[in-house]
């Protein structure tokens, strides 16, 4: 029988988009069938060797186009910039099942099931910006994103500090005002996606808090201090600059304290 450390190494280590999100679907439908085993004796490969598409090219974030929405291509470079967000997230779901083992079931099929939804919200970008008349891989894209993966390679807590609860609570953050604008732009398509991908997040990150919380609970330690002390060992600055959506993080796992002590000094 497969294992889902076998799709997840070929995910990781072929670059190839189409078989990612082909792999990424299959996977999902077949853990769902009992089809895939999650138990597994191997060890995964180092996460240097994690491989993705030649296009786009990664570059240092000052360097990718950024343009207001209303300005010509500003629409396409902003749906550009966020399916670069959505392609490498299918990779930080696919990387966290496959690098740490000996969890319970459910851990598993909570990545995947989030791998899965990642890959849609890839699905639905490309599909907009085709119609914008530019393909996912055309502009350079963001090279930090993939960096903290490799700064927590070894370290599940931090993983989950940093990604689920710092990255992709960011978007919880920021994503309501961008919404706003397009409201303001009455472009319906757009709303709908970013309105879509949201109600999504709010359930990845609060997978995130709940697997740091286990974790956490696993090793006696209390996770309200564990946050604090590997946002200030990981994040560069210390802490996020918010502001931030309180409503949002709560229904996603944070607790008022977490939250008071992001908010503090926070600009
Ligand atoms: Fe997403
Ligand atoms: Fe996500």
């Not at 597994?40 to 343009?67: D, E, G």
């Not at 990779?91 to 319970?104: E, K, N, S, T, V």
């Not at 903290?148 to 599940?156: C, I, K």
């Not at 560069?236 to 931030?244: D, L, S, T, V």
Request: contains cysteine; negative net charge.
């Amino acid at each position: 029988m497969l294992t889902l450390f076998d799709y997840a190494e070929t995910c990781l280590h072929r670059g190839h988009r189409d078989e990612l999100l082909h792999l990424t679907h299959e996977a999902k439908s077949k853990l769902d069938s009992g089809e895939l085993t999650t138990s597994s004796n191997t060890k995964p490969l180092p996460i240097t060797l994690v491989t993705f598409p030649a296009q786009p090219v990664w570059v240092a974030p000052r360097l990718v186009p950024k343009r207001k929405l209303t300005a010509k291509g500003g629409s396409a470079a902003f749906f550009h910039a966020i399916g670069h967000i959505e392609f490498v997230a299918i990779y930080l779901a696919w990387d966290i099942l496959y690098r740490f083992r000996g969890l319970p079931n459910a851990f598993y099929q909570d990545w995947l099931r989030i791998a899965d939804e990642e890959a849609q919200h890839f699905e639905l970008i490309s599909k907009h910006l085709q119609t914008l008349g530019i393909d996912y891989g055309d502009l350079p894209a963001h090279g930090g994103l993939w960096e903290l993966a490799e700064q927590t390679a070894d370290n599940l807590l931090a993983r989950l500090a940093l990604v689920p609860r710092c990255m992709e609570a960011h978007g919880l953050d920021v994503t309501p005002g961008l919404i706003e604008k397009f409201k303001q732009l009455d472009d319906n398509t757009s709303i709908s996606i970013l309105q879509r991908i949201l109600t999504d997040e709010v359930g990845h990150v609060e997978r995130g808090s709940f697997w740091f919380k286990y974790v956490c609970e696993q090793q006696q330690l209390n996770p309200e201090t564990e946050y604090r002390r590997l946002l200030s060992d990981y994040y560069q600055g210390g802490k996020p600059k918010g502001p931030f959506n309180r409503e949002m993080r709560i229904i996603a796992g944070f607790s008022n304290a977490e939250l008071d002590w992001l908010e503090a000094q926070s600009l």
